[in-house]
């Protein structure tokens, strides 16, 4: 009964911030490494950020490193993509994704199991 939930997609402005967050159910997050990946229509599904168990390993891919920040708050139970300077290149639908594997820190979709639904950003004027 694993439940990834994510949430904080929207419309924002080039330019702009956006807040990602993805809570878990049924389990405690801090016993799985997390990661974001997202997906446009038409292209594969592409990690883009991740962060182990205790948040002291984490991933960005080229294009998000200096724009995206992935954190979580244990005490939460949830894990956050901060995205600033959005670019409409960013647009796509959002996952987060975790694995049981509570050290891993990869962006590899096929590597992660437990998947939210996703959580659509469009960045447009």
């Known amino acids: 009964q694993l439940q990834v939930v994510e949430s904080g997609g929207g419309l924002v402005q080039p330019g702009g911030s956006l807040t990602l967050s993805c809570a878990a159910s049924?389990?405690?997050?801090?016993?799985?490494?997390i990661a974001w990946f997202r997906q446009a229509p038409g292209k594969e599904r592409e990690g883009i950020a991740c962060?182990?168990?205790?948040?002291?390993?984490?991933k960005y891919v080229d294009s998000a490193q200096g724009r995206f920040t992935i954190s979580r708050d244990n005490a939460k139970n949830a894990v956050f993509l901060k995205m600033d300077s959005l670019r409409p290149d960013d647009t796509a639908v959002y996952f987060c994704?975790?694995?049981?594997?509570?050290?891993?820190?990869?962006?590899?979709?096929?590597?992660?199991?437990?998947w939210g639904q996703g959580t659509q950003v469009t960045v447009s004027s």
């Open positions: 994704a975790a694995h049981r594997l509570v050290g891993l820190c990869v962006l590899k979709p096929d590597v992660f199991d437990y």
């Open positions: 962060i182990s168990g205790s948040g002291l390993r984490t």
């Open positions: 049924g389990f405690t997050l801090d016993h799985y490494s």
